[in-house]
């Protein structure tokens, strides 16, 4: 039986950062990955900001297209916000995985696609799993110090047997990679498009993201929380990825090149199990995804790169402060995700199309591209709660006013 420090079970951005670090620093590590190839199973639209090409030295081949300029469509009207300069990427994501296994392999870590993991055995000093070989029944043990659970939203490690979850909210989505005309293209291919509003989404939004020449992604998300505004509606997020296509690209012909999908499992509050019994678990498995936009790469390959840090200090010097993990990353971001579990249940399951509308039609009127990234994707919040607060003193001033005369 091969022996390893750590076997890494997932080869999503969590599990590939996770593998990549461990190797750099001179582990023995195995990432294992139930899919044949890192290009298969291609689900993640993959939008993000500038800043995760830095943090996470990204290279120029896997990204698709950069992106200036957002527009919100809601029901009634369009809200457009330009830039000058170039604000994000679209990344291709199986690309960005094999990069992730690549560098795995160019620190002499071991890459095994095509094995799924079964079980594990917890002894005192190791851990033995059970993998198995993809549309077959041959299995392979191997044994490691640690294990770390980067299944995703399915959280196959931490929970394998019927050990009770945490209670958790489900997100689900579909989208279409599609070929489309160069006259369709050039509209799109510098912004991204997100839909809000009972019109163009379902409990949720959904988007338009460019990619390389005349290839667009589109698609709709929804969270399945009660909503009294929606429930009424034969609507699915596959219908509303086609309307879109159909009524507002006005795509008569177009090439379906993949459609995929992904569901998205997260804690209210940040209550996974972060660590126990030599099994990490990191990113979507930690609900490290932002549970307002279901952005999760960068998220997912921040939480890898703290888990590191313990790993790494037990493998040097056997200490196991492992609790560092959970609660450093709880300091970062249990206030601002719990800010967006607020604000997602209500612009997905509680606001009226109205007020969607309003509320966007507010925002378009005081806030500049800057603003609008730095809330979407940064849950910076200052300039808007300083407008909103003198947007209050001004009416109350004017309502105090109005009394005297
Ligand atoms: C439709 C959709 C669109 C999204 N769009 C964006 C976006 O625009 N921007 C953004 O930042 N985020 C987006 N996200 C979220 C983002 O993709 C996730 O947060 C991120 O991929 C999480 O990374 P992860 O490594 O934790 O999990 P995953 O990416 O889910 O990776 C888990 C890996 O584990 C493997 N695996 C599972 N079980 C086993 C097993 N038993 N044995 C071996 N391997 C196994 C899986 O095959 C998979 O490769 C989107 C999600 C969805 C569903």
Avoid at 5 to 21: C, E, F, H, M, S
Avoid at 237 to 256: A, H, M, S, V
Wanted: charged letters at 30%.
């Amino acid at each position: 039986m091969k022996k390893y420090d750590v076997v890494i079970i997932g080869g999503g951005p969590a599990g590939g950062q996770t593998a990549r670090n461990l190797a750099k620093k001179g582990h023995n590590v195995l990432l294992v990955e139930r899919f044949n190839s890192f290009m298969d199973n291609n689900f993640s639209s993959a939008g993000m900001t500038l800043e995760p090409l830095k943090e996470f030295d990204l290279p120029e081949h896997i990204i698709g297209a950069y992106w200036s300029d957002i527009t919100l469509q809601c029901t009634k009207k369009s809200y457009y916000w330009a830039s000058d300069t170039k604000q994000g990427v679209v990344l291709d994501y199986g690309k960005l995985k094999q990069f992730l296994a690549d560098e795995t392999l160019k620190f002499n870590g071991e890459v095994l696609t095509g094995y799924k993991y079964i079980s594990k055995k917890v002894g005192d000093n190791e851990v033995v799993l059970t993998l198995q070989k993809n549309k077959g029944s041959e299995t392979l043990q191997v044994a490691t110090k640690l294990v770390v659970d980067a299944t995703g939203p399915i959280r196959k490690v931490m929970y394998d047997t019927k050990e009770k979850q945490p209670k958790m909210d489900l997100g689900s989505g579909t989208e279409y990679l599609i070929e489309v005309a160069p006259e369709i293209y050039k509209q799109y291919k510098d912004r991204l498009v997100f839909f809000l509003g009972h019109k163009w989404a379902i409990k949720g939004y959904s988007w338009i993201f460019p990619m390389e020449q005349n290839i667009l992604k589109v698609g709709a998300g929804k969270v399945h929380l009660k909503s009294k505004e929606q429930e009424n509606t034969d609507k699915t997020t596959k219908k509303i990825t086609e309307q879109i296509i159909k009524e507002y690209l006005k795509c008569d012909t177009y090439k379906l090149i993949d459609a995929h999908g992904g569901i998205i499992r997260y804690a209210n509050g940040l209550k996974d199990k972060f660590y126990e019994n030599k099994v990490f678990a990191v990113g979507d498995a930690v609900s490290a995804i932002n549970p307002r936009g279901g952005e999760g790469i960068r998220y997912a390959m921040q939480s890898a790169d703290l888990a590191c840090v313990s790993i790494d200090e037990f493998l040097r010097t056997g200490k196991t402060n492992f609790d560092n993990y959970r609660k450093k990353w709880r300091r970062r971001k249990l206030f601002k995700w719990r800010l967006s579990e607020i604000s997602s249940q209500r612009m997905y399951s509680k606001y009226s199309d109205e007020q969607i509308e309003n509320r966007v039609q507010f925002f378009h009127e005081n806030f500049s591209t800057q603003v609008l990234i730095d809330s979407l994707f940064n849950f910076k919040y200052n300039q808007i709660l300083s407008r909103i607060y003198q947007f209050i003193v001004l009416k109350v001033k004017y309502k105090f006013k109005k009394e005297q005369f």
